[in-house]
């Protein structure tokens, strides 16, 4: 079934982070319920869309009063059918000769296989265009709220991390070692639901006692969309997927979402030196 994005006014939204001086303020220039399209101009004079996020792809009607929307939010639609192919031709060439792993270090994941992307070396043209896209589309969101030409925003390497039917992605906060503000991840070939989950509460309100750290936000990942974490939602809340066959209410229905392999592609921010 298509997806309609619900476009909405986004003013100075600004993230709850401990690196208050380098958060992205996401969307603040969206407007009206009308189909909104703003085209900008990149480097070597390339252009792309810069698209709202569509409010039905987050669930947050369980989370604790203190969670803060904007901090995590979803692009339906975000690639188009080409450039979704594109990448994943590329991320399986170089996933051809791996293995999937039983587990992880850390035992987060389980019957996965990752790579990172060194896209100067490793992906074509048309990939590098994807990923430049993408990471555009974040560093203008930076720009526009802030109102300035440039953000100072460095990126680590993208990682594919490919997920197989069967396989966990368990709740966790990624590190916050060398990555920043920001982790944000396309998905591809299945749909997946992610739920968040409060692990600290240090930057709440008094709102948010001992009572509401059970809650939780979701988020519906069809292929082609981005999904983006920040502030709150970067630092404060666990992420994990929910096994195949979880709900997820989309447009007032209750869907079934079904996982099978699933592949995607994360990106984060580095981290400034303070």
């Known amino acids: 079934r298509s997806h309609e994005h619900h476009h909405s006014h986004y003013t100075n939204i600004i993230m709850n982070s401990r690196h208050a001086k380098n958060s992205l303020r996401l969307l603040s220039h969206y407007h009206s319920t009308a189909s909104v399209s703003v085209t900008v101009s990149v480097s070597?004079?390339?252009e792309i869309a810069a698209v709202a996020p569509s409010r039905n792809h987050v669930d947050s009607r369980f989370a604790p009063p203190c969670f803060v929307e904007e901090a995590a939010v979803v692009f339906a639609d975000f690639l188009d059918a080409e450039e979704g192919d594109l990448?994943?031709?590329?991320?399986?060439?170089?996933?051809?000769?791996?293995?999937?792993?039983?587990?992880?270090?850390?035992?987060?994941?389980?019957?996965?296989k990752e790579v990172e992307i060194p896209e100067e070396t490793t992906v074509d043209n048309a990939?590098?265009?994807?990923?430049?896209?993408?990471r555009f589309h974040l560093e203008r969101a930076l720009a526009l709220a802030l109102d300035k030409g440039d953000s100072n925003m460095k990126w680590l390497p993208c990682h594919a991390i490919d997920l197989k039917k069967e396989g966990v992605l368990s709740a966790h906060v990624d590190s916050i070692k060398f990555s920043g503000d920001i982790v944000a991840g396309i998905s591809l070939e299945?749909?997946?639901?992610?739920?968040?989950?409060?692990?600290?509460?240090?930057?709440?309100?008094?709102?948010c006692s001992s009572t509401f750290l059970g809650g939780h936000v979701d988020l519906y990942l069809p292929?082609?969309?981005?999904?983006?974490?920040?502030?709150?939602?970067?630092?404060?809340?666990?992420?994990?997927?929910?096994?195949?066959?979880?709900?997820?209410?989309?447009?007032?229905?209750e869907l079934s979402v079904h996982r099978d392999r699933r592949v995607s592609v994360v990106f984060r921010d580095a981290k400034l030196q303070e």
């Open 44 to 46: 070597r004079g390339a």
């Open 87 to 112: 990448l994943l031709r590329d991320i399986n060439r170089l996933m051809r000769r791996r293995r999937y792993e039983k587990g992880h270090w850390d035992t987060v994941i389980t019957d996965y």
């Open 127 to 134: 990939s590098q265009s994807v990923l430049q896209k993408t």
């Open 190 to 207: 299945s749909s997946a639901i992610m739920r968040l989950k409060p692990e600290k509460i240090e930057h709440c309100s008094s709102s």
């Open 223 to 253: 292929p082609l969309s981005l999904y983006v974490l920040s502030g709150v939602a970067r630092y404060n809340y666990t992420h994990e997927l929910l096994p195949s066959g979880s709900h997820f209410i989309f447009e007032g229905e």
